[in-house]
């Protein structure tokens, strides 16, 4: 990816119109509950005050759905940052308008603003052309380090980069390609892809994308049982995509030997942490029961096939997370994987569910990169360019 970086820059005494991903969730006292994505733009933010750069940072927050709502205002990301960098970070008023404009043109080198909810206006996700150039008269450089917002070509990350002779990605942007880029297009052997989650649906294009670049493709997680329905198995009361069996049974023609299903299964009479549980080969699941994650076997032969991984990119659970009775098998998996990281292995965890999962099983740090964008990393590995990196200025 020869995008122009944050290096290649000079910023002192620039207005830098830098967009983040601030994303975060608020408690119902409007407290932020994970601040992942705050400390991760960190490097980026730190970077552009020492250089003297005069930071004026754009972010969404929520689906306010164009219109004005105090329960969804940057106020508390200002708050948090000015706290992280011990400075004021003052939060503008709006993010476009001739007080906001007032307010940047007063800043000096180092100052920090940070622009009020760019989603209070429907124009933002319009990618209206007008709304662009107001946006773009508060910078001089424009920086793009909002990977999570990188497959929308919104105003403030396709349309705002046509009004700058350079603009450049963000030290976040720069390591999620560089990592899910260099897994995709160069990955060390062997390279194993991990799936899981609900549904195939949401991931057949991915798939298809790496079954050609793989060398094991391992399946987990509820999409499992709709594999197993296209082998003829009976699956009881299993989640099932009913109008994608023929589809499954295609992936499973076209992927022979790559593709590696659960062998076991573990079953529970009903949909419910407490549920009474066992432990079924795939072609026993029991009328009445249903698969809510991999079985031992399974976890003992995905684990051996990680160890010997040199890349593996990860993408969605292998049970019902979300219950700590079904968690066994994303949480050892997980464990293989940090130790195969420690001792060389490149691992990639897709954003979303996959880095909750990740996090909840306290193996964040023991990762080569989780990405900060699960719709995004989902889309990059569907081999699909995304427009916000598009935008930025090719070396």
């Not at 759905?65 to 970070?89: C, F, H, M, T, Y």
């Not at 007080?99 to 180092?110: F, I, P, R, S, T």
């Not at 995509?241 to 295609?250: I, S």
């Amino acid at each position: 990816m020869a995008t122009l970086t944050l290096k290649d820059v000079t910023l002192r005494g620039k207005r830098v119109l830098l967009r983040e991903d601030y994303n975060v969730p608020l408690d119902e006292n409007l407290k932020i509950t994970d601040e992942t994505r705050i400390q991760a733009s960190l490097e980026t933010v730190r970077w552009i005050i020492k250089q003297g750069g005069r930071l004026v940072i754009m972010a969404h927050l929520g689906r306010p759905k164009g219109k004005r709502d105090p329960k969804q205002s940057l106020g508390p990301v200002a708050k948090r940052l000015g706290e992280i960098l011990g400075k004021p970070v003052p939060l503008a008023p709006d993010c476009i308008g001739p007080e906001v404009e007032a307010m940047v043109a007063k800043m000096k080198d180092g100052d920090v603003v940070l622009l009020e909810n760019l989603r209070f206006h429907k124009e933002e996700e319009d990618n209206d052309p007008g709304f662009a150039a107001k946006l773009a008269r508060l910078g001089d450089i424009y920086v793009n380090d909002a990977f999570g917002t990188a497959h929308r070509a919104h105003a403030s990350t396709e349309g705002v980069t046509r009004h700058f002779a350079q603009n450049a990605a963000g030290f976040l942007m720069e390591k999620e390609l560089k990592y899910l880029g260099s897994a995709l297009e160069k990955p060390a052997r062997p390279f194993v892809a991990i799936m899981g989650g609900a549904k195939i649906s949401g991931k057949i294009d991915v798939i298809n994308n790496l079954l050609p670049k793989v060398d094991r493709l391992l399946i987990g997680g509820g999409m499992a049982y709709t594999f197993y329905k296209a082998m003829g198995l009976e699956i009881g009361n299993s989640l099932l995509e009913a109008d994608k069996v023929d589809l499954a049974k295609e992936l499973l023609k076209k992927a022979g030997d790559k593709l590696v299903l659960p062998s076991d299964t573990v079953v529970a009479d009903k949909f419910d942490n407490n549920a009474n549980t066992k432990v079924v080969k795939r072609d026993h699941i029991p009328t009445g029961w249903e698969g809510v994650d991999i079985g031992p076997e399974t976890i003992s032969h995905f684990c051996e096939i990680i160890s010997k991984a040199k890349t593996v990119v990860w993408n969605g659970p292998l049970g019902v997370c979300e219950m700590p009775n079904f968690a066994k098998g994303t949480n050892a998996v997980a464990k293989a994987l940090a130790e195969a990281t420690a001792k060389g292995t490149v691992s990639v965890i897709g954003g979303g569910d996959s880095a909750a999962a990740i996090a909840q099983a306290g193996y964040e740090a023991k990762m080569s990169h989780i990405s900060t964008g699960g719709g995004a990393s989902l889309e990059f590995m569907e081999g699909k360019v995304l427009p916000g990196v598009a935008a930025l200025l090719k070396k």
